[in-house]
C-alpha cells in the first residue's frame, strides 16, 4: 500500500491550495480516507474525514465551510480543496487511510508523506 501527497505550497492568505493522495493497494470505497495535519511543536491533529461507503465527510470546524475532501475514483485518489486559506492552517498535510473511521491518528493503518502548506504575506 502506498499513498503518494502532493500539493502543497506557499499560498497568501485568502489563497487557495489543492491538496491530492494517490493511492494504490486499497480501494477507496474499502477503506475511510482522512487529512490530519501538524505543527511543530503540537500534535498532529485531524482535518477532514471521508466515511468507507456513502460517503458521511467530518470537518474540524475551524475549516469547516472552506475546506472540502473528495475522492476522484478515476485517479483512486482524494484531493482536499482549501479555500480561504489562513496562516493558522500552515502545517505539514497528511493523508492517512485506514479500514476504520476515526478522529484519532492512531485508527490509521496508512499514511502518506507530509506535504508543506505555507500561508503567509
Known amino acids: 500500500v502506498q499513498l503518494q501527497a502532493s500539493g502543497g505550497g506557499h499560498v497568501q492568505p485568502g489563497g487557495s491550495l489543492t491538496l491530492s493522495c494517490a493511492m494504490s493497494?486499497?480501494?477507496?470505497?474499502?477503506?475511510?480516507q482522512a487529512w490530519f495535519r501538524q505543527v511543530p511543536g503540537k500534535e498532529r491533529e485531524w482535518v477532514a474525514v471521508l466515511s468507507k461507503s456513502d460517503p458521511s465527510k467530518f470537518y474540524k470546524d475551524s475549516v469547516k465551510g472552506r475546506f472540502t475532501m473528495s475522492r476522484d475514483y478515476a485517479k483512486n485518489a482524494v484531493h482536499l480543496q482549501m479555500n480561504d486559506l489562513k496562516p493558522e492552517d500552515t502545517a505539514v498535510y497528511f493523508c492517512?487511510?485506514?479500514?476504520?473511521?476515526?478522529?484519532?491518528?492512531?485508527?490509521?493503518?496508512?499514511w502518506g508523506q507530509g506535504t508543506l502548506v505555507t500561508v503567509s504575506s
Open positions: 492517512a487511510a485506514g479500514r476504520f473511521v476515526g478522529l484519532l491518528e492512531n485508527v490509521y493503518e496508512y
Open positions: 493497494g486499497i480501494t477507496l470505497d474499502g477503506h475511510a
